[in-house]
């Protein structure tokens, strides 16, 4: 009974233990230099070449990661996801009430 009692709480003070460190790695609290959600409406800054000029595309947030964002575009009347870099990235404008007025 002893031994029993001690393993439960081991394995009690390695869930305390443990706990802080799995906030720290949840996907939902990285800190992400522009804070996207998922289904967030977005602008993809897309250049092709380095010869072209940038394209803004628009696009919705599907997956976030530590270091890309997936985004769904369209292209050629079908939808397709694509992994991106954060900084090529713009927050959809939004509509003021006042201005549908």
Avoid: C
């Avoid at 897309?46 to 072209?52: I, L, P, V, W």
Wanted: no cysteine.
């Amino acid at each position: 009974m002893k031994a029993f009692s001690l393993t439960v709480l081991m394995i009690l003070i390695n869930l305390v233990v443990a706990f802080p460190s799995w906030a720290d790695t949840h996907i939902s609290l990285v800190n992400y230099p522009h804070k996207f959600e998922v289904g967030q409406k977005v602008i993809w800054l897309y250049k092709a070449r380095s010869d072209t000029d940038v394209q803004k595309i628009p696009a919705e947030v599907v997956k976030l990661s530590p270091k890309q964002v997936q985004i769904k575009i369209r292209k050629n009347h079908e939808f397709i996801n694509r992994w991106v870099n954060p900084n090529k990235l713009e927050s959809f404008p939004k509509i003021q009430e006042s201005v549908l007025r």
